[in-house]
T-cell receptor
Framework: NAGVTQTPKFQVLKTGQSMTLQCAQD?????MYWYRQDPGMGLRLIYY???????DKGEVPDGYNVSRLKKQNFLLGLESAAPSQTSVYFC????????????????FGQGTRLTVV | AQSVTQPDIHITVSEGASLELRCNYS??????LFWYVQSPGQGLQLLLK??????LVQGIKGFEAEFKRSQSSFNLRKPSVHWSDAAEYFC????????????FGKGTKLSVKP
């Protein structure tokens, strides 16, 4: 059971380059998330998607875009990479509903370590 | 707005000693609360969660946590720490509704002395 799979695991970009981080989940979860993790900052939400075709901004969305065309995939794009986007990126998924009794915990991928030089 | 505070950035305990990691949250309703653990270079693994009911919850790897509404706390405990417990620990609160996203504390790094 793969769970949440992120590709690539490592990436080095030059300032101004673009790239897409890919995330796939095989748990049929409706909600997916992108977080970034920086030392001493915990995990901060970049974007989330409550269902296929819908996305919403999180705490730190500037410089990023996302796409949720299929339920199992959530893509994070960097249009013009900046050194401030050097970070570890985590994708997560969960089954979330308005019914508090049915919400479940988030499952995380292994992370993508991105360096922008 | 919801928030999570982990007051201790770094804690060192001796192997076999007891452990308590602190977590305080700010949330308007009954929160969903979680503890995750992250080993170096790895993703996050769920240790335990609280949705409702019994305020003392048991998790994996011998961890437990107690929800105290009056103190807005959800502290993580383990009676006897093992060297393999060295990792970073994150407390998180669920944002609620249909969104399901988590708000994380900044983490507590646990070191274990032999």
């Amino acid at each position: 059971n793969a769970g949440v799979t992120q590709t690539p695991k490592f990436q080095v970009l030059k300032t101004g380059q673009s790239m897409t981080l890919q995330c796939a989940q095989d748990m049929n979860h409706n909600s997916m998330y992108w977080y970034r993790q920086d030392p001493g900052m915990g995990l901060r939400l970049i974007y989330y998607s409550a269902s296929e075709g819908t996305t919403d901004k999180g705490e730190v969305p500037d410089g990023y875009n996302v796409s949720r065309l299929k339920k199992q995939n959530f893509l994070l794009g960097l249009e013009s990479a900046a050194p401030s986007q050097t970070s570890v990126y985590f994708c997560a998924s969960s089954y979330s509903t308005g019914d508090r009794k049915r919400n479940t915990e988030a499952f995380f991928g292994q992370g993508t370590r991105l360096t922008v030089v | 707005a919801q928030s999570v505070t982990q007051p201790d950035i770094h804690i060192t305990v001796s192997e076999g000693a007891s452990l308590e990691l602190r977590c305080n949250y700010s949330y308007g309703a009954t929160p969903y609360l979680f503890w995750y653990v992250q080993s170096p270079g790895q993703g996050l693994q769920l240790l335990l969660k609280y949705f409702s009911g019994d305020t003392l919850v048991q998790g994996i790897k011998g961890f437990e946590a107690e929800f105290k509404r009056s103190q807005s706390s959800f502290n993580l405990r383990k009676p006897s720490v093992h060297w393999s417990d060295a990792a970073e620990y994150f407390c998180a609160v669920g944002a609620g509704g249909s969104q399901g996203n988590l708000i994380f504390g900044k983490g507590t790094k646990l070191s274990v002395k032999p």
